[in-house]
């Protein structure tokens, strides 16, 4: 223990001593080019029951690096459905001197490389344990036996003590039932007292009956546990209540007790930070927890103690409810079992979660958890829980969105990005992260272009730090492809296109470089109840229940009580949100909104947050309300007058509150949208696209996402666009644009499949500019400026009207533009070797590898490269020019003349190879790599002996009868290979237009 604080303070001293230090700021658009280090995609790097040892791992470090990655989430999950694909033996022991080892290695690489490092503290998915039995700290649950009882007697009896490894009393109570007499009895039989002991907690009908005078009697056994009592006249219940550790989870911390989480932390958080040493806090950032996904514990022994802090009032009194005992009344009873939940939520809340982000940042580290989902609102800690607030334990909120497999395929794509997305902004967090491209279909089926369309939702959604699940740790030793994890879209060196990652990963850290930058802008701030909830899918609105709709083309987030009540602020007609205390004072506003939405999902409020509403109404803030007004405060504190308190204040202003739609049709967005158009506020942004915005002091940022073509309309005025191509990291001034009448931006903008652009306006607006151009989509494309001219590319024939800002008629003349070359074939194709295809062979045209006589080309796995000659002319070679691919699965990498012109992965499929091309002979190649899947489906009609592939995932001969997500079968439909085509060169002719 002296070791692990020594440690520490020597971090922090280190911390202190680096911060005069830091780098200066890099300019918007040098970020945008070359992604810092720091703003990079991390990986989930995952130990396969420690199958690492010094080789593999500075392998793997080093390709994350070369791959373009940025940092590392290190996880070692023991027992976590192993039974989906059967990882390999066990090398060493979870925390053994060898694990911790490899782990200081890791992170001593990981510095040595620039990567951070970020590590699981537990060993397990879903729950926080490691291989120590934790005794008493273990979970808990809430337990009850029933004794019926009558009187008048005397009872002396013994209560039996559970064989259980860890149990405890918490009282024990006489309960008489309501309705009951002193009907005959004979005083004298014995009672047999129950030993049948309840988990189910707070079910009404558990142990039906109102209850009377209720008796605590816990004082009334002695040491050996005997009861000595008079029982009065009637029908009574021997209530008992106690706890019991939940089986099966010996090695869980119970995460309701903050001595149990912190434990647990000294255990293995001061043991990594001591192996650490001075790496911590520099190279070593944070330490993580993922979803919740175990015990689901209903006490702890400081529960009574929580439950009195949080709530107000003694619990012990109405534990009764709790077996399900009406208790003074049904409405009370179902007030009491509500705060009871709530507390457990709290709980959770603060000492698991609370708890590790303070130990944490006490270390100089940072936390970050999945804490907000996936929720299961059936259990008892989250039934009550606010999901906002439990992401807000965290310095970097992370949810999670799925790759839903093949194009077509219907079923379950979810996401959860909004919520942590939110949490980042209403607490002034500059990140906020996701699990990225999580999947549980076929392994080794996805690949840059069908994941673009998920990260580009994720962006649009506020998501700015991707974690990518996954990255295996599989040694050489396991061959190819090598031993998985039973989910997630697989990336390591044994991945067939990983040589062509980069390009991906540099796209997803341009995306999270702007996003970064100063913070979001929304026009509502919308408040729902004590438990906002948004869980899988991409909700337009606030929550399923809205009765009021978001209007399209606005921002908005939602606010948890405790952000409503404690630092929204009216501040010129607007709602004003101030940091919390840990974020830099109570006085520094980090987010504006134009209009309040009060949209309950329920008749229910608590009345502090009325009572902050209707004075931000009163000081002038628009406040909108949804169908359902409140009639009263949930819990048991402050009645019955905070009932009469919030009916008084709902009064007025749920006066004109608009009718409740009928049941699932969509929420009306006109409230809204007059109130905002009442402010003389349009929308942010119209157009055919999906967007997110941010603004950096003068500058602002338009993310947007999408296919096809149509005028975009940013709620900015006087302000030059720029288009920012996070592809190619390419910047250009828009050039043609116009000023709407209401004091917006139109800019005509066209995206090809799956496409995105950045918009971004930080200059003044230069006065020289087109204001529209009338050509077919594709035919004319607008470089920049050069001077006072427009820089335009023809790629056909044509006389194209345009207009300039100042009214004058132009034309964009091109002529003698060539016609495409085709290149149909003959291809020749050169397979990589030992992946069974043969040498090479020969395609007269292009076709789909999988449609070949040849068995080992249709299950061919890996880079196939495709050549062919062709001759041009002097003329036609030195003209702008570029290469479309037309279509192929996964990934190409171009070479013409020798020259490589880099990795294509995304639409529109094409390269740019304008002074690539040479008079007379011209030689292209054409690198397409293929995915592992139709190898392994070819590998399971073969015996083991004779298999190109090793892995763990199953093969079955014949039709698979494992999950998708376990193997395959060699009936298994094949995946596209192969360069599909059409492929040609395309010309065109550069010219100005004056402006």
Same mark, same amino acid.
């Given at each position: ?131 120590? !039995? ?34 405890? &009393? ?60 008079? /029982? ?22 119970? /995460? ?124 008892? *800690? ?90 295996? *740790?599989?040694?050489? !030793? ?5 031993? !998985? ?8 060196? +044994? ?111 608590? /009345? ?57 049709? $969509? ?153 495409? /070359? ?55 070679? $030195? ?32 390269? &740019? ?20 899947? +139709? ?16 892995? +763990? ?32 060169? !395309? ?9």
């Amino acid at each position: 223990m002296k070791t692990i604080k020594l440690a520490r303070r020597a971090v922090a001293a280190l911390l202190v001593a680096a911060a005069p230090l830091r780098a200066a700021p890099v300019p918007l658009d040098d970020g945008f080019r070359a992604v810092p280090d720091a703003d990079k995609p991390w990986a989930y790097w995952w130990w396969l029951k420690g199958n690492v040892d010094e080789a593999s791992i500075t392998r793997d470090l080093e390709a994350m690096k070369r791959a373009g990655f940025g940092g590392l989430l290190m996880f070692d999950a023991r027992g976590y459905h192993e039974g989906h694909v059967q990882p390999p033996p066990s090398r060493m022991e979870f925390m053994s001197p060898e694990w911790r080892r490899m782990l200081k290695f890791s992170v001593a690489e990981a510095g040595r490389l620039g990567l951070k490092v970020s590590v699981n503290l537990s060993s397990c998915a879903g729950a926080l344990k490691g291989p120590w !039995e934790v005794g008493a700290d273990t979970p808990k649950k809430l337990a009850w036996t029933a004794t019926p009882v009558r009187g008048p007697r005397r009872l002396d009896c013994t209560m039996p003590v559970p064989a259980a490894a860890h149990f405890h &009393d918490i009282a024990l109570f006489a309960v008489r039932l309501e309705g009951t007499n002193g009907a005959a009895h004979d005083p004298m039989a014995t009672i047999a007292v129950s030993t049948n002991w309840i988990d189910t907690v707070g079910a009404t009908g558990a142990c039906a009956g109102v209850a009377g005078d209720v008796i605590d009697l816990s004082e009334k056994t002695d040491a050996e546990h005997r009861l000595t009592w008079d /029982v009065p006249e009637g029908g009574w219940v021997l209530l008992r209540f106690g706890w019991f550790a939940i089986e099966g989870h010996e090695f869980d911390v119970d /995460v309701l007790d903050p001595k149990a989480v912190a434990g647990h932390f000294e255990r293995m958080g001061g043991a990594i930070l001591a192996d650490a040493g001075p790496l911590a806090g520099t190279t070593l950032t944070h330490f993580y927890s993922v979803s919740w996904e175990g015990a689901a514990p209903t006490w702890t022994p400081a529960l009574e103690k929580e439950f009195a802090a949080h709530r107000g009032y003694a619990l012990r009194p109405w534990l009764p409810a709790l077996a399900g005992f009406t208790v003074r009344g049904s409405d009370e009873t179902a007030r009491f079992r509500r705060d009871y939940f709530k507390t457990l939520g709290d709980c959770f809340m603060n000492n698991f979660y609370g708890t590790l982000r303070d130990l944490t940042r006490k270390a100089g580290l940072q936390w970050h958890s999945e804490s907000g989902g996936p929720w299961d609102r059936k259990l008892a *800690a989250f039934e009550h829980a606010d999901q906002l607030a439990f992401l807000a334990r965290n310095d970097m909120p992370q949810g999670e969105f799925w790759f839903p497999g093949r194009a077509g395929r219907t079923g379950r794509a979810p996401d959860l990005n909004r919520a942590p997305a939110m949490t980042a902004h209403i607490h002034g967090l500059r990140l906020a992260a996701t699990e990225a491209f999580t999947h549980m279909v076929q392994h080794w089926s996805a690949y840059p272009a069908v994941l673009k369309p998920g990260a580009d939702a994720a962006f649009c959604d506020g998501i700015n730090q991707f974690v990518w699940h996954t990255f295996t *740790a599989s040694p050489p !030793e396991f061959g190819l492809p090598g031993d !998985e994890y039973f989910a997630g879209t697989h990336i390591n060196p +044994n991945v067939t296109w990983f040589p062509q990652a980069r390009p991906f990963l540099d796209y997803l850290g341009r995306c999270q470089w702007m996003l970064r930058q100063g913070g979001f802008v929304a026009d509502v701030a919308a408040y729902t109840g004590d438990r906002p909830y948004q869980h899988w899918g991409r909700n337009t609105n606030w929550s399923p229940r809205a009765t009021v709709g978001m209007p399209p083309g606005r921002g908005y987030d939602l606010l948890t009580t405790e952000a409503l009540t404690a630092r929204a602020v009216a501040r010129d007609g607007a709602l004003a949100l101030l940091a919390p205390a840990d974020r830099g004072g109570a006085e520094r506003e980090i987010m504006r909104y134009r209009i309040l939405a009060v949209d309950l999902d329920d008749p229910e409020i608590p /009345v502090e947050a009325l009572r902050r509403i209707d004075e931000l109404a009163k000081a002038g803030v628009p406040v909108v309300v949804g169908a359902r007004r409140p009639s009263h405060s949930p819990g048991l504190a402050g009645q019955p007058a905070a009932d009469d308190e919030v009916r008084r204040l709902a009064a007025p202003l749920w006066a004109k509150a608009p009718a409740e739609p009928p049941s699932k049709a $969509a929420p009306d967005p006109a409230p809204l949208e007059a109130a905002l158009r009442g402010l003389a506020l349009p929308p942010d942004f119209e157009g055919p696209f999906e967007h997110t915005h941010r603004r950096d002091g003068g500058t602002d940022i338009y993310f947007l996402a999408g296919a096809g073509s149509g005028d975009c309309t940013f709620r900015v005025k006087d302000r030059e666009p720029e288009l920012w191509d996070p592809v190619t990291g390419v910047i250009r001034d828009a050039v043609a644009w116009r000023p709407t009448a209401d004091g917006r931006t139109t800019v005509p903008l066209g995206l090809p499949g799956t496409g995105s652009v950045f918009v971004v306006f930080r200059r003044p607006a230069a006065a020289a500019r087109l204001a529209s151009v009338e050509a077919p989509a594709g035919a004319v494309e607008i470089l920049g400026r050069d001077g006072e001219r427009a820089k335009v590319r023809a790629w056909s024939d044509g006389s194209f009207a345009a207009a300039t800002a100042a009214g004058a008629p132009a034309r964009i003349e091109a002529s003698g533009v060539p016609a495409p /070359v085709e290149m149909p074939g003959p291809w020749t194709v050169a397979f990589e070797p030992d992946r069974g295809a043969p040498e090479s062979a020969v395609f007269e045209t292009l076709t789909d590898w999988t449609a070949h006589a040849d068995p080992g080309i249709r299950h061919f796995a890996g880079k196939g490269t495709y050549r062919i000659a062709f001759d041009l002319d002097a003329a036609r070679a $030195a003209l702008p020019a570029r290469l479309q691919l037309g279509s192929l699965c996964a990934i190409a990498q171009v070479r013409l003349n020798g020259r490589d012109l880099g990795v294509v992965w995304t639409a529109p499929w094409r390269v &740019d190879v304008t002074g690539a091309l040479q008079a007379g002979h011209n030689e292209l190649e054409i690198d397409v790599v293929s995915l592992w899947m +139709n190898r392994l489906i070819g590998d399971a009609t073969l015996p083991p002996e004779k298999r190109i592939t090793r892995t +763990n995932v199953t093969l079955e001969q014949g039709k698979r009868t494992v999950k998708v997500y376990q193997g395959f079968g060699s009936e298994d439909p094949l995946m596209p290979a192969g360069l599909l085509g059409p492929v040609r060169l !395309e010309f065109a002719r550069d010219t100005v237009v004056p402006l």
